[in-house]
């Protein structure tokens, strides 16, 4: 049961452009997202969280937009660098150990 | 640095014979979970520890144990691995509060000949 779904398994962009990634979930209980950074040879690093009370965070390059309505979240990143590149993963929890992610997305920023 | 250390990077076993991945945290963290994660899909939360409380998750297979010795170490069991058990296994730790977020290893990479 995919409760946390990322339809583009990637995205390619120019460098300084904005990068954009979305993320779909069923479970209207989540109440707490994030998103993950992933390098090769690399475990997943926190990059940036929300709450379902917000629906804008923002962090340096790094803002989420949460839509519950549609659940729905998208990662933005403004301006893209090269060194952003690598895979993207959402996920969702909605008790205090439980979380869920999302098959991930693979950025490629461009020189 | 305090961190999330998994051994081995590469595990290599046999079809049946038992293995045991290993996952130690110098971050005093209260939980300790296992995430499988196969290619292009994602990461699957197998089971965690809070404290030495076992948690599974109802569809992981019976075929999977994990001990908690102490908050410091947690290790997977594979009793019987399959071909299907091929995969990356990553242990992560958290603090265990509500908006805690995981700290992850780099991860065990599972072949099954």
């Known amino acids: 049961d995919q409760q946390v779904k990322q339809n583009s398994p990637s995205l390619s962009v120019q460098e300084g452009r904005i990068s954009i990634l979305n993320c779909d979930y069923t479970?209207?209980?989540?109440?707490?997202f994030l998103w993950y950074k992933k390098y090769p040879a690399e475990g997943p690093t926190f990059l940036i969280s929300?709450?379902?009370?917000?629906d804008k965070n923002e962090d340096g390059r790094f803002t989420v937009f949460l839509n519950k309505s549609a659940k729905h979240l998208s990662l933005h990143i403004v301006p893209s660098q090269p060194g952003d590149s690598a895979v993207y993963f959402c996920?969702?929890?909605?008790?205090?150990?439980?979380?869920?992610f999302g098959a991930g997305t693979r950025l490629t920023v461009k020189p | 640095d305090a961190m999330v250390i998994q051994n081995p990077r590469y595990q290599v076993t046999q079809f049946g014979k038992p293995v045991t991945l290993s996952c130690s945290q110098t971050?005093?963290?209260?939980?300790m979970y296992w995430y499988q994660q196969k290619s292009s899909q994602a990461p699957k939360l197998l089971f965690h520890?809070?404290?030495?409380?076992?948690?599974n998750e109802a569809d992981t297979p019976d075929n999977f144990q994990s001990r908690r010795p102490n908050t410091s170490f947690c290790f997977l069991d594979i009793r019987s691995p399959g071909l299907g058990d091929a995969a990356m296994y990553l242990c992560?730790?958290?603090?265990?509060?509500?908006?805690?977020?995981?700290?992850f290893g780099s991860g065990t990479q599972l072949s099954v000949l």
């Open positions: 929300i709450s379902s009370i917000k």
């Open positions: 992560a730790t958290s603090r265990g509060g509500n908006r805690e977020k995981l700290f």
């Open positions: 971050l005093n963290h209260n939980v």
């Open positions: 479970n209207s209980m989540f109440d707490y």
């Open positions: 520890y809070y404290d030495k409380d076992f948690n």
């Open positions: 996920a969702a929890r909605y008790n205090n150990n439980d979380m869920r």
